[in-house]
């Protein structure tokens, strides 16, 4: 597999539930982010991670953690959300440095119920 | 607050005319500038990045920087349909890691 790879695509949760999203990237990257996008807003930076590292928390609630296992793998950890979390949560990755974008992967459509 | 505008649209374009996308961006200090394409219910794919003054040419895009102006833009010749999407705005702030996204601007392309 190539590029980044997230599952699942679409996730119907109650908000009682507990659930997790995953990533996982092929590119050799050493930074992974988490965006949460909502309609007719901007792309949410969520989490940053730099060589497994967090280093940016963008005020996020406690109900969404994150976990890093490795430079490859990137998780997000769902628990009591609430309605208005509805979203497509997109992962992506880059090399660290000014120079790179980011390669987002498909993202998860989250309905909370 | 630093922050990346773009104008939402809806902007409407003849097929084969050149679609002109805008960006401005409020950090002086501001490195790298990226162009992302984004289709309806996909993620954002990036089609372009520029950090220089001037203009960078790849096929039918043509990304422009302005730092004195603060301002990006992507032109896209020869529109074609496929070319209907979101096009997001993304800016490397000085000194941040992170990119900042504009809210995009959403283009339709008509046959």
């Known amino acids: 597999e190539t590029g980044v790879t997230q599952t699942p695509r679409h996730l119907v949760m109650g908000m009682t539930n507990k659930k997790s999203l995953k990533c996982e990237q092929h590119?050799?990257?050493?930074?992974m982010y988490w965006y949460k996008q909502s309609a007719k807003k901007p792309l949410e930076l969520m989490f940053v991670?730099?060589?497994?590292?967090?280093?940016e928390n963008n005020s996020v609630p406690s109900r969404f953690s994150p976990e890093c296992p490795n430079s490859s793998h990137l998780f997000l950890h769902l628990h009591t959300l609430q309605p208005e979390d509805s979203a497509l949560y997109l992962c992506?990755?880059?090399?660290?440095?000014?120079?790179?974008?980011?390669?987002f992967g498909s993202g998860t459509r989250l309905t909370v119920v | 607050q630093k922050e990346v505008e773009q104008n939402s649209g809806p902007l409407s374009v003849p097929e084969g005319a050149i679609a002109s996308l805008n960006c401005t961006y409020s950090d002086r200090g501001s490195q790298s500038f990226f162009w992302y394409r984004q289709y309806s219910g996909k993620s954002p794919e990036l089609i372009m990045s520029i950090y220089s003054n001037g203009d960078k040419e790849d096929g039918r895009f043509t990304a422009q920087l302005n730092k004195a102006s603060q301002y990006v833009s992507l032109l896209i010749r020869d529109s074609q349909p496929s070319d209907s999407a979101t096009y997001l705005c993304?800016?490397?702030?000085?000194?941040?890691?992170?990119?900042?996204f504009g809210t995009g601007t959403r283009l339709t392309i008509i046959p």
């Open positions: 992506a990755s880059s090399h660290t440095g000014v120079g790179y974008g980011y390669t």
């Open positions: 991670y730099s060589l497994e590292e967090r280093v």
């Open positions: 993304a800016v490397r702030f000085a000194g941040n890691e992170k990119l900042t």
């Open positions: 590119l050799g990257h050493n930074a």
